[in-house]
């Protein structure tokens, strides 16, 4: 069982940056794929990132592309999404999914997560 708990949200102008991060507990952290996903004020919730649990592929979802980076560090059952030159468009409630043995194709289509965390809530102001 894995259970998230994502930190590192708060308010930040555009232009600026912020280190989202995911802890998870339980002792087969490295057999879930981990993904981000963020909802914004009166929209349904979509994909932002993911990474593998296998070879640590990543996949992103266009528009943070090139901004956005995920990893992940097994050792310390934790998953990362740095994000660089933010948009008032990236605000939002960002959540941490996990699915195991998971493949990237399910955790874009927001399909079958096992876990969820809470969410943080990332502010970019204009």
């Known amino acids: 069982q894995v259970q998230p708990v994502e930190s590192g949200g708060g308010l930040v102008q555009a232009g600026g940056s912020l280190r989202l991060s995911c802890a998870a507990s339980?002792?087969?952290?490295?057999?879930?794929?981990m993904g981000w996903f963020r909802q914004a004020p009166g929209k349904e919730r979509e994909f932002v990132a993911a990474i593998s649990w296998s070879d640590y592929t990543t996949y992103y979802k266009g528009s943070v592309k090139g901004r956005f980076t995920i990893s992940r560090d097994n050792a310390k059952n934790t998953v990362y999404l740095q994000m660089n030159s933010l948009k008032p468009e990236d605000t939002g409630v960002y959540y941490c999914a996990a699915t195991f043995r998971g493949s990237i194709a399910a955790m874009r289509s927001d399909h079958g997560m096992d876990y969820w965390g809470k969410g943080t809530l990332v502010t970019v102001s204009s």
């Open positions: 339980g002792r087969t952290f490295s057999d879930y794929t």
